[in-house]
């Protein structure tokens, strides 16, 4: 049998002993030894026993392979291990559990739902536990101390600190970070808020560094839980954010030409996150109030910038041209060396002024760079002219390769693994499938796979090769749809995450064909539900989609990536999957909203009457209280089981009049949709929601709350609600200027040719 070797490694942070056995499994009834290690496939991670800096107790955790010896997850946090039991110590699988055993008994043991074979160290840092069939826990689910790229934080999986450097354990005084809503909070002692990271957008958070070159936070929805986490663009690069024992949570970086962890950024900002020597280095000037710290002075660069690309900034900055100091004749005081250890200090500081003087005769002449960009010029619309030239020529073979270059088999598809290859994807570009594929999956777009048509074209069933199902919308020749809301849903939806919101799986452009591929909704749309008598919902369940459908707009105007309206919400654009979760589906007339944007105009207006806002029928101004108007419009066919089309009453009044006046007449619960039957107990829910519908549909747009107010208001049944002003009762002619379009079988004023 061969011998194994005790070695001792130590570092600031603690001492470990191993021997590494070369695997990166432990398997039943081979458990692991205070002298042994896991090690990852590609030797990134590795796991065993430690002792923390400073630490008497022992413990079992995981780090980084062949660096500066820090955990970045510790199994038996809150059960230590004592120097005098440390030999005594086993990590091993009994029993379909993980078990620590010291002294012959248990003292930590790792809970899961049903019985694993094998626990399993990843090359992302995740510990699983396994059985033949599926993952049955993950140490990804409770990040303890440091949040790895690929790991969740949700608002129930926290990323918490140590109580002390060389203490794991969770006391009095540590730190959470959490997600909250559409932003991340560090949390002391789970209740004390002390930083906010601001609500995600883009790919970042306001008070997180500008991350653009090293990686991306992404806002991921996945079988019903939304969380938060974050990847890193090169995988060769190691990052890791670290909540430490005094709540600052560190961005670290590793550095293989100083083989060292840097601190790239720290939150909350830390007044004494400058004064370390050389922070910035030369010629560069620090500052806690921004994100980066480190900013080159006016006039010089980064020396490396691929090191600044990786918030290393220790080698500072250099000039962009060099001086001519010589020619100038005026008598000056001058600093000649590298300027060290700058900062920008608040008004009550009491440092001094630094002026930087940038001489004419130290910058390129003006005149040589009118000749450049002249020349530039000239050239870029000459390029321009050849390509536009070309293009005409190798069109065909060219349109193919707009969305993607290879045509993927959709019957190959497996849907479950092409969902996280989409959420891995940062740039979240579409999978194009060829048309054979397609046309395959749909028995050549037979009538028996229709499902419908609609204003884009026909939509029809697939069927893949392992028995899964996608819907194909096909855009028809004839389609008063056309390429531009083609290439707005392409270019949306496949940038949106949310459980409520319809999944696109790719596209095709083949020929002359621009076709689309989604999830399929095996319940179809919610109209089919809420006005064919045959198939009505139940009272908790039209509430429960009322909630769906306000999510999805409040991801859709604050939280996505892309803050967007939708311009065409209605019955018939909520597709409801198996478990009736409803999706807003049909971005095809969605429109992008600047971040300062607060309304617009056009001349074409686009939409379904009934479920257009006055404002946009009549003036083609549109803006977020424009999807909150039909909003309020679904929520009210979905109360009353009535379509907006329809007259109501004995006088024929619309919908809205109708529910205006019973509301007006004190007899709000009548207008609920009787075969939903609502509980005694939820009258006054039935009550607030016909409220907050009718607050949607005010004619004011002023006075419609947005979408976050109306989340607000479905969530806190104690939280008072104003009473609504009338609606819109009717829409009223429109200009002829305006181009009036609608997506629907609805009549419409007026359609101008293509």
């Known amino acids: 049998m061969a011998t194994q070797t005790k070695f001792m490694l130590s570092s600031p942070f603690f001492l470990l002993f191993f021997a590494c056995n070369g695997s990166d499994t432990i398997v039943i009834n081979h458990p692991l030894s205070p002298n ?163 609500f995600w957008s883009n790919g970042g958070f306001p008070s997180f560094p500008n991350s653009n070159y090293l990686y991306n936070f992404s806002y991921v929805s996945r079988n019903g839980v939304d969380f938060f986490t974050y990847n890193v663009y090169n995988e060769s690069v190691f990052v890791r954010i670290v ?165 993927q088999d959709l019957l190959q598809l497996d849907l479950h693994q092409s969902s996280r290859a989409v959420e891995r994807n940062r740039e979240y570009e579409l999978p194009v499938f060829s048309f054979s594929s397609i046309s395959a999956a749909t028995n050549n777009f037979s009538d028996a796979n229709k499902l419908g048509e609609g204003g884009f074209g026909p939509v029809y069933k697939g069927e893949l090769l392992n028995g899964q199902f996608v819907a194909v919308k096909r855009l028809s020749r004839s389609s008063g749809q056309g390429l531009e809301e083609f290439r707005n849903e392409t270019q949306l939806i496949a940038k949106l995450q949310h459980k409520n919101l319809v999944g696109i799986l790719g596209c095709c452009t083949e020929k002359d064909e621009n076709i689309l591929v989604y999830e399929y909704m095996p319940n179809k749309s919610l109209d089919v539900f809420i006005f064919e008598s045959e198939k009505k919902l139940d009272w908790k369940k039209r509430v429960e989609i009322i909630e769906g459908i306000a999510q999805g707009l409040l991801y859709l105007h604050h939280y996505s990536r892309l803050r967007m309206i939708h311009r065409d919400l209605k019955a018939s654009n909520i597709l409801l999957d198996a478990e009736m979760n409803p999706k807003i589906s049909d971005f095809g007339m969605a429109r992008i909203f600047g971040g300062n944007e607060s309304r617009a105009n056009t001349k074409r207006i686009v939409g379904t009457y009934g479920y257009m806002s006055p404002e946009y029928a009549m003036k083609g101004v549109f803006s977020l209280k424009s999807d909150v108007y039909s909003f309020g419009v679904v929520m009210l066919e979905i109360i009353t089981g009535k379509t907006i089309s329809g007259l109501y009453d004995s006088n024929r009044l619309t919908l809205l009049e109708y529910g205006w006046n019973m509301w007006k007449q004190e007899r709000g619960l009548e207008l609920v949709d009787s075969i939903s039957e609502v509980p005694r107990a939820s009258s006054s829910v039935a009550l607030r929601c016909i409220n907050i519908a009718l607050l949607c549909v005010q004619e004011n747009p002023d006075d419609r709350p947005l979408m976050s107010d109306v989340v607000a208001m479905l969530n806190n049944d104690k939280a008072a609600i104003a009473s609504p002003n009338h609606p819109a009762f009717t829409v009223g002619t429109t200009s002829a200027a305006l181009e009036i379009y609608s997506v629907n079988h609805l009549t419409v004023s007026q359609v101008d040719p293509r």
């Open 243 to 407: 909540l430490l024992a005094s709540g600052e949570l560190h961005h670290y970086v590793w550095s293989e030409a100083r083989r060292e962890w840097f601190s790239a950024a720290v939150q909350p900002s830390h007044p004494d996150f400058c004064t370390a020597d050389a922070k910035c280095g030369a010629n560069a000037v620090c500052d806690v109030n921004y994100a980066p710290a480190c900013r080159c002075l006016e006039g010089f660069a980064p020396r490396v910038k691929g090191d600044w690309d990786l918030f290393d900034f220790s080698n500072g900055c250099v000039r962009e041209w060099a001086l001519q100091c010589e020619k100038e004749k005026t008598v000056f005081s001058r600093v000649m060396d590298d300027l060290m250890d700058l900062q920008r200090l608040g008004n009550q500081s009491s440092g001094g002024d630094l002026f930087v003087r940038m001489e004419q005769a130290d910058r390129p002449s003006r005149k040589g760079k009118k000749k450049v960009v002249v020349a530039l010029a000239v050239s870029i619309a000459a390029a321009i002219a050849a390509v536009v030239v070309l293009s005409f020529c190798l069109w065909p073979n060219l349109k193919s390769k707009v969305f993607g270059v290879v045509h």
């Open 36 to 198: 042994q290690t896991i090690v990852s496939k590609q030797d990134i991670f590795e796991m065993g026993f430690f002792l923390p800096a400073g630490s008497t107790n022992y413990y079992v955790g995981i780090w980084y392979r062949n660096k500066p010896l820090q955990s970045v997850w510790v199994a038996n946090r809150n059960d230590p291990i004592s120097p005098s039991l440390y030999n005594t110590s086993l990590l091993q699988l009994s029993n379909g559990t993980l078990t620590l055993i010291v002294n012959s008994l248990p003292i930590w043991t790792l809970p899961s739902p049903s019985k694993a074979t094998q626990a399993l160290l990843l090359d992302t840092g995740n510990f699983i536990l396994k059985n033949a069939s599926a993952v049955v826990w993950q140490s990804f689910d409770h990040p303890w101390g440091t949040w790895l790229p690929g790991a969740p934080i949700t608002s129930q999986i926290n990323l918490t600190s140590w109580t002390k450097p060389d203490d794991p354990a969770v006391g009095a005084g540590s730190y959470s970070l959490q997600m909250e809503s559409n932003e991340l909070l560090l949390k002391k002692n789970g209740s004390q808020t002390v930083w906010k990271s601001g």
